[in-house]
Each structure stands twice: as structure tokens, then as C-alpha cells.
Nanobody
Framework: VQLVESGGGLVQAGGSLRLSCTASTMRFSINAMGWFRQTPGKQRELVAR????????NYADSVKGRFTSSRDNAKNTMYLQMNSLKPEDTAVYYCNVRGVEHSDSRWYDHWGQGTKVTVSS
């Protein structure tokens, strides 16, 4: 599985950014796609995750009402629209897919390379 992210950058507080993640998933069945973020010295935290089960999207409380995650299954691409950005949203954002490898029928998590988002005050 290969995940290619794009869309990070520098933005002023109150601004918007849109992240994209495209997954190349030969012989892998995706169950969920999500975004996580990490700042130095802290654990990686869930931002948003879309599951196949009912198409639900779970958001971290800190981003509810400001961030929207969507998924284009035909393109195996996931987006994170981030509005009303705050300095505390500054982090490296990682794309994640969770699913089953066809070769061994086991569950795996795969990660993108990360894209940096910096929100200035």
C-alpha cells in the first residue's frame, strides 16, 4: 500500500487548507481511512476517520465543526477540509488506511509520509 499526501503548508489563523491522500492498494481491502496528526513530544492523535461501515466519520472533539473529511472511493482518495484553523492545529498530518491484506488475510495499518501544517497567529 502506498499513500501519497498533499496540501499542507503555512496559513494564518482563521484560514483554510485542504489535505489530500491517495492510496494505491493492490491486494488490500480498505476498511477505514483516516487522518492523524502529531506534534513534537506528543503521541499521534486521531483527527478524523471514515469507515466503510455505514460511511460514518468520527472526528476529534477539537476539530468538530471546523474540519470535514470526505472520501472518493472511485479514486481511493480521501480529503480533509480544514477551516477556521487555529495555531494549536499546527502539526504533521498523516494519512492512514486500515484494512486486510489479501495475501495473509490479516489487518494492517499503513501510513503516509506526513504533510506539515503550520498555522500562524
Amino acid at each position: 500500500v502506498q499513500l501519497v499526501e498533499s496540501g499542507g503548508g503555512l496559513v494564518q489563523a482563521g484560514g483554510s487548507l485542504r489535505l489530500s491522500c491517495t492510496a494505491s492498494t493492490m491486494r488490500f481491502s480498505i476498511n477505514a481511512m483516516g487522518w492523524f496528526r502529531q506534534t513534537p513530544g506528543k503521541q499521534r492523535e486521531l483527527v478524523a476517520r471514515i469507515t466503510n461501515s455505514g460511511g460514518r466519520t468520527n472526528y476529534a472533539d477539537s476539530v468538530k465543526g471546523r474540519f470535514t473529511s470526505s472520501r472518493d472511493n472511485a479514486k481511493n482518495t480521501m480529503y480533509l477540509q480544514m477551516n477556521s484553523l487555529k495555531p494549536e492545529d499546527t502539526a504533521v498530518y498523516y494519512c492512514n488506511v486500515r484494512g486486510v491484506e489479501h495475501s495473509d488475510s490479516r489487518w494492517y495499518d499503513h501510513w503516509g509520509q506526513g504533510t506539515k501544517v503550520t498555522v500562524s497567529s
